[in-house]
T-cell receptor, first 113, second 114 residues
Framework: AQKVTQAQTEISVVEKEDVTLDCVYE???????LFWYKQPPSGELVFLIR??????QNEISGRYSWNFQKSTSSFNFTITASQVVDSAVYFC??????????FGTGTRLLVSP | EPEVTQTPSHQVTQMGQEVILRCVPI?????FYWYRQILGQKVEFLVS????????KSEIFDDQFSVERPDGSNFTLKIRSTKLEDSAMYFC????????????FGPGTRLTVL
């Protein structure tokens, strides 16, 4: 069975602080895909990144970076120099490919000015 | 940029009534999904649909639920007799045909059952 754990329920930071959101996953598959989605207060789910299990290269996109480590089954997400607009719930998710996404419980990030 | 659309954005219904939630997936996508999110909780998979049939469904997707792709563009979720516990945000998602493709979500329909 697949499982995603986001142990941090809520994180509060002050603007310009760096913050890391943790994601730990469980799967028996050798090929799988990991995702991060952002859910702002307006409620929609916004795709941020997809990672394939065979590609452990870390990725940076502007202020966002992702650290994928198969050895620890983790796919952590770091926001550098956080901004108020980053306030949202962030979900980590796992899939086998064509099949469903299995979501974690989400981490609520609150960035205050 | 193409996007998944959903209507209505908010539906209020009485317990026991039937509701139909509508989705228009991205036009060249082949795989379609419904998820739900009870307020404050995680996003849960309901059903996936490919080639005009259900490819996978969760335990939540019981006989009260059905999905349909009545034409080339719409993808609907029907709840036959709503219960209070069906109150949630329902998200439609679609993806293209490659295994590496991403699921893109619509803005959601908030269903409130009174």
């Amino acid at each position: 069975a697949q499982k995603v754990t986001q142990a941090q329920t809520e994180i509060s930071v002050v603007e310009k602080e760096d913050v890391t959101l943790d994601c730990v996953y469980e799967t028996r598959d050798t090929t799988y895909y990991l995702f991060w989605y952002k859910q702002p207060p307006s409620g929609e789910l916004v795709f941020l990144i997809r990672r394939n299990s065979f590609d452990e290269q870390n990725e940076i996109s502007g202020r966002y970076s992702w650290n994928f480590q198969k050895s620890t089954s983790s796919f952590n997400f770091t926001i550098t120099a956080s901004q108020v607009v980053d306030s949202a719930v962030y979900f980590c998710a796992l899939s086998r490919g064509f099949q469903k996404l299995v979501f974690g419980t989400g981490t609520r990030l609150l960035v205050s000015p | 940029e193409p996007e998944v659309t959903q209507t209505p954005s908010h539906q209020v219904t009485q317990m026991g009534q039937e509701v139909i939630l509508r989705c228009v997936p991205i036009s060249n996508h082949l795989y379609f999904y419904w998820y739900r999110q009870i307020l404050g909780q995680k996003v849960e998979f309901l059903v996936s649909f490919y080639n005009n049939e259900i490819s996978e469904k969760s335990e939540i997707f019981d006989d009260q639920f059905s999905v349909e792709r009545p034409d080339g563009s719409n993808f609907t979720l029907k709840i036959r007799s709503t219960k209070l516990e069906d109150s949630a945000m329902y998200f439609c998602a679609s993806r293209a045909g490659q295994i590496t493709d991403t699921q893109y979500f619509g803005p959601g329909t908030r269903l409130t059952v009174l």
